[in-house]
C-alpha cells in the first residue's frame, strides 16, 4: 500500500543551476528537504531554489525509510512499528505529495500496527502462559471452548416437532437457488483456487513502483487494465455466492460482509477518475486479508479479536474521543502563549 500510495520519493530542494549528475551538500537545502512541483500538494521549495529529482543512492541520502519498492516499503512499515524514527519518512511523504494521503496513511499504521496488532501479541502471549498455568492445575481435565461460527448443526421445529438440521441444508433451503453452485462455492478446491487469485493480485500489487516521471502514466495504464481483471473475478465471485447461498444467508456472514464491502470498494476504484486519486485503493489492497482462511488456527484467532465488534469499534470510538479532549485541553491552556504557531487552531492541534 506504501508503494502505491507514496513511491519512489526522489525530489529535493537545490539551488539554482545544480547540475543533477553532480550534486554537492552545498547545493542541497539545509536540512535537506523533500518538496513536490507547484501545484502538486507538497511543499513548495523557496524563490532562490528549485525542486529537481535527484537519482541518489541510499548511501548518499541516508537510508532511514521509505516506500520505493516493496523491500524498502517493508522495512519502513517495520520501523514505524517500532515507533522510533518512522516521522522523518512521514515528513518527507508530506513534504513530496498532498498531506492527507500521509496523515491518513500513517495514522491508520500506527494505530493498528504500533498499538494494536502489538498489544493483542502481548496479550496472546500472557494468555498462553495462564493456559499453560491452568492446564498444570488441572492436568487431568479437559476443556474445550466452542463458539458459534463451527456450529455445524441447528435446531428446528416443525410440523413433526423439534429435530437438528445441517446449516448448510438450512441456508441452501431458504435461499431456494442452485444446489450445485452451493457445492462449487463451499468445495475446497474452489476456495484454495481464490486463496491463490488473491496471493497472485498481492504479488502483483507489491511490484509496482512510483518514480513520479512520465513512466509512471504509462506504466500506471498498464495495472489498471490488470486490476480491472482482478476486480471482475472477485466480483463474479461475490455474485455466485449470493446466488447460491441467497441473499440473507449470504448477508448474514461477517467474513462475507467483508467481502462484499470490498467488492463494493474496488468496484468504485476500478473507475479511471477514481483510480488516478488513489483514494480507493485500500479495498484493493485489503483482498490479502482474507488469506486469513489459509489458516485456520490465525483465522480463529481474529474471529476472537475482531469477531466481537463491539469491542474495537469501542476502542476506537475511546481513542477518537481521548484525541478530541486531549486537544481541546492543549488548545486552552497553550493558545494565548505569544509565538507559539502550535496551538493556533483546533485542527493544528489534532
Not at 108 to 114: P, S, V, Y
Request: charged share 15%.
Amino acid at each position: 500500500m506504501g508503494v502505491q500510495l507514496f513511491g519512489r520519493l526522489n525530489y529535493h530542494c537545490v539551488v539554482n543551476g545544480t547540475d543533477p549528475n553532480n550534486v554537492t551538500i552545498a547545493d542541497l537545502a539545509i536540512p535537506d528537504t523533500m518538496c513536490s512541483q507547484k501545484g502538486a500538494g507538497g511543499y513548495e521549495c523557496p524563490g532562490n531554489m528549485v525542486c529537481m529529482r535527484l537519482q541518489l543512492k541510499p548511501q548518499e541520502e541516508g537510508f532511514y525509510g521509505q516506500f520505493s519498492d516493496f523491500a524498502s516499503s517493508l522495512f519502513t512499515v517495520y520501523l514505524a512499528a517500532s515507533q522510533e524514527g518512522w516521522v522523518y519518512v512521514l515528513y518527507d511523504c508530506l513534504d513530496s505529495l498532498p498531506s492527507f494521503l500521509a496523515f491518513f496513511y500513517f495514522v491508520t499504521l500506527i494505530f493498528f500496527l504500533a498499538w494494536l496488532v502489538k498489544n493483542v501479541f502481548i496479550a496472546v502471549i500472557t494468555e498462553t502462559f495462564a493456559e499453560i498455568r491452568v492446564q498444570f492445575n488441572e492436568m487431568w481435565q479437559t476443556r474445550e471452548t466452542t463458539t458459534d461460527h463451527v456450529y455445524t448443526q441447528k435446531l428446528e421445529k416443525d410440523e413433526d416437532g423439534w429435530k437438528l438440521v445441517e446449516v448448510d441444508k438450512y441456508n441452501r433451503f431458504h435461499s431456494n437457488n442452485s444446489l450445485f453452485l452451493h457445492t462449487i462455492v463451499t468445495s475446497t478446491a474452489f476456495q484454495t483456487v481464490m486463496q491463490l487469485l488473491i496471493l497472485a493480485n498481492a504479488i502483483f500489487h507489491a511490484t509496482f513502483v512510483f518514480y513520479h516521471d512520465e513512466s509512471d502514466k504509462i506504466r500506471k495504464v498498464w495495472y489498471y487494465y490488470v486490476e480491472v481483471g482482478f476486480t471482475i473475478l472477485f466480483n463474479t465471485e461475490v455474485i455466485v455466492k449470493i446466488y447460491a447461498f441467497g441473499w440473507k444467508a449470504y448477508i448474514s456472514r461477517g467474513q462475507h460482509k467483508f467481502d462484499f464491502l470490498l467488492c463494493f470498494g474496488s468496484s468504485l476504484n476500478a473507475i479511471w477518475i477514481l483510480y488516478e486519486t488513489n483514494i480507493f485503493t485500500y479495498f484493493q489492497v485489503f483482498r490479502i486479508a482474507r488469506l486469513i482462511k489459509a489458516s485456520p488456527m490465525l483465522e480463529d484467532f481474529v474471529y476472537k479479536i475482531f469477531g466481537p465488534g463491539k469491542k474495537l469499534g469501542g476502542l476506537v470510538i475511546f481513542t477518537g474521543i481521548l484525541l478530541i479532549v486531549t486537544s481541546a485541553i492543549s488548545l486552552q491552556l497553550f493558545c494565548y502563549v505569544p509565538k507559539l504557531n502550535k496551538f493556533t487552531n483546533f485542527a493544528v492541534v489534532s
